[in-house]
Every structure is written in structure tokens, then in C-alpha cells.
């Protein structure tokens, strides 16, 4: 082998195999289609985002996803026009997907200090326990997962459950279902893990002096 080609090859795989290809592809991925990053800047006056725009984001997707929630709830009696459903499908969908982007970025990507490692594990606990939740119940409610002998609560906790426990939910036999259902594993897992991580310290990045 040629010396340029090796020291090339030397100099590309400096930083590993594959993880850099894997960190451009979320940086790009968080920089173009995030809707939350894009709020952030919007909010940000100088070079930092205020404390609180991650938590007004967040907010304001959890009070979207409860206004869904309530618009496609299964119901016999007085079920939701098609375009509604495909519309919170679609919305729900986007916004899970925003969240695992974030998730891969804050854990993989991001390398400034933290401001408070607390307010994150809090945020990311928010994220587990009622975003996810609120959102994939959306989805499958929206994909038409659930019969209607499900109530909208008893939806919403039965997805609470398996996102808590990682299982798969009970929902429909249909392909699409079966895949959201594996997506919610996958998602859960991701924001199991970086909960878990923060915990033990593996991820945690020096906090900015008080000032």
C-alpha cells in the first residue's frame, strides 16, 4: 500500500470506523429537522439559548400531544374524521422522531459544559414518562392500533406500561402497528439509557461554574 493512501486512511480513522460518519449524520439530521433546535436559537439573544427554552419546548410539545390525544381517542360512538387521524399521525410521529434525534445528539454530539446536569435528568424523566407516552398513544390510536373495547385512559396507561417496562404494547396484529410498536422499544431504550448513564455519570459533562 502506498504511504499517502495509509497515512490517509490513518488520518480518516483517527476518530474510529464508523462513529464520526454516525455523529455528522445526527448533527445534520438535529440542525435541519429539529424543530427544537430551531426554537432554541430562536429564543437565543447572544451565544447561549436561555435555561428555560428546552422546558418551554417541551411543555408546549406535551400540552400538542395531550390536545391530540383527546382529538383521536378511540371512541365508538363519535370516531374522528380520517384527515384528523392522519394529521395527529403525522404530527405524533414527528415529534417522536424530533426526541430521539435530540436524545442521539445531547448523548453523542453536543461537548459544551452543562448548565445544570440536574434540570437535564429531570427533563429526560418528563420525556420517559409522559412525552412518550402521550405521543406513541397518538400514533397508535391514529394508525388505528386500538379496538374500541380500549378506553382512552386505559390506552394511555397501557403504553405508559410498556414504555416503562420496554415491552412491546398491546395493540393491533397489523404490520404497521407491530413496527410502531418495536419503535417505541427502540426510542424507550434510548431515553432509558441516557437516564441510566446520567445516574451512574457515564455521560455527564462538567457543569459551568455559578456565576
Known amino acids: 500500500m502506498p ?18 460518519l454516525f455523529q455528522r449524520l445526527v448533527a445534520f439530521l438535529y440542525s435541519r429537522f429539529s424543530l427544537g433546535f430551531h426554537f432554541k436559537n430562536w429564543l437565543t439573544v447572544g451565544d447561549e439559548a436561555p ?3 428546552a422546558e418551554l419546548y417541551q411543555a408546549l410539545v406535551i400540552l400538542l400531544a395531550a ?39 445531547w448523548t453523542f454530539v453536543a461537548n459544551r459544559k452543562l448548565k445544570s446536569y440536574r434540570r437535564s435528568l429531570a427533563t429526560f424523566l418528563v420525556n420517559l414518562v409522559v412525552e412518550l407516552p402521550l405521543l406513541f398513544t397518538v400514533l397508535f390510536s391514529a394508525a388505528g392500533c386500538f379496538t374500541p373495547a380500549h378506553s382512552p385512559w386505559s390506552a394511555l396507561y397501557s403504553i405508559l406500561t ?12 397489523q404490520q404497521l402497528c407491530q413496527a410502531v410498536a418495536h419503535y417505541q422499544v427502540l426510542v ?17 459533562r462538567d457543569e459551568k461554574p455559578a456565576e
Open 3 to 20: 504511504r499517502s493512501l495509509r497515512d490517509r486512511a490513518a488520518r480518516s480513522l483517527k476518530g474510529g470506523f464508523w462513529f464520526p
Open 67 to 105: 390536545f391530540l390525544f383527546v382529538l383521536v381517542s378511540p371512541s365508538p360512538r363519535t370516531p374522528p374524521p380520517q384527515w384528523l387521524m392522519t394529521v395527529a399521525g403525522v404530527t405524533a410521529a414527528y415529534f417522536i422522531g424530533d426526541l430521539l434525534v435530540f436524545s442521539l445528539h
Open 51 to 53: 435555561r428555560g427554552a
Open 188 to 204: 424507550a431504550v434510548v431515553v432509558l439509557g441516557i437516564i441510566v448513564a446520567s445516574i451512574v455519570g457515564a455521560v455527564i
Open 162 to 173: 410498556a414504555v416503562l417496562s420496554l415491552q412491546l404494547p398491546a395493540v393491533g396484529t
